[in-house]
């Protein structure tokens, strides 16, 4: 079964450092997400990326962030400038139209 | 933006009994409406799915039930297993799929053996 895959599957950064996180979508998406779950909080929505292009973001998603897609297959999340509370569980997901399949997650620790 | 309610936050049923999780929304304009099941260390794992067209989907022993006009739907699992223990979330999304989603806060489910 098809599956979306991401490295690191943790990873520790000093506060202030830039972090890539790294997802390899299901080959035939067309949509690719980014959520984060912070211990404890609910899943809370990033970004979604469609046609090389953001499409929507919420509040969460400041100049701090930004997302690619530098080839046909990985898509990247990264976080410059690393502060305390970014520290959570990053979720990458994609989906044809409708169901989102997620990944197993990376956890970021800011220490 | 939307809000999205869920109900209880832990759940603990004998194995074999029916467990019901509820969530209420609040943007009339969500029309997606998919149910996620989290185990120990691994990302969100679609479970089914229910559009704003429909008012009830099952998939052997799990059913959705959509109230469109009271903003709220339900998650119905019959004949629970052990192997159902796990936290269970809810999410709804105006773009009608898993764009833009809002969780639920979550549901522990705990079947006991």
């Known amino acids: 079964e098809p599956e979306v895959t991401q490295t690191p599957s943790h990873q520790v950064t000093q506060m202030g450092q830039e972090v890539i996180l790294r997802c390899v979508p299901i080959s035939n998406h067309l949509y690719f997400y980014w959520y984060r779950q912070i211990l404890g909080q609910k899943v809370e929505f990033l970004v979604s990326f469609y046609n090389n292009e953001i499409s929507e973001k919420s509040e969460i998603f400041d100049d701090q962030f930004s997302v690619e897609r530098p080839d046909g297959s990985n898509f990247t999340l990264k976080i410059r400038s690393t502060k305390l509370e970014d520290s959570a569980m990053y979720f990458c997901?994609?989906?044809?139209?409708?169901?989102?399949?997620f990944g197993s997650g990376t956890r970021l620790t800011v220490v | 933006g939307e809000n999205v309610e869920q109900h209880p936050s832990t759940l603990s049923v004998q194995e074999g009994d029916s467990a019901v999780i509820k969530c209420t929304y609040s943007?009339?304009?969500?029309?997606?409406f998919p149910w996620y099941k989290q185990e120990l260390g691994k990302g969100p794992q679609l479970i089914i799915d229910?559009?704003?067209?429909?008012g009830e989907k099952k998939d052997q022993r799990i059913a959705v039930t959509l109230n469109k006009t009271a903003k709220h739907f339900s998650l119905h699992i019959t004949e629970t297993q052990p192997e159902d223990s796990a936290v269970y979330f809810c999410a709804a999304s105006p773009q009608g799929s898993a764009r833009q989603l809002t969780f639920g806060s979550g549901t522990q489910l705990t079947v006991l053996p």
């Open positions: 943007d009339s304009a969500s029309n997606y």
């Open positions: 229910i559009r704003s067209n429909v």
């Open positions: 997901a994609s989906s044809s139209e409708g169901a989102g399949i």
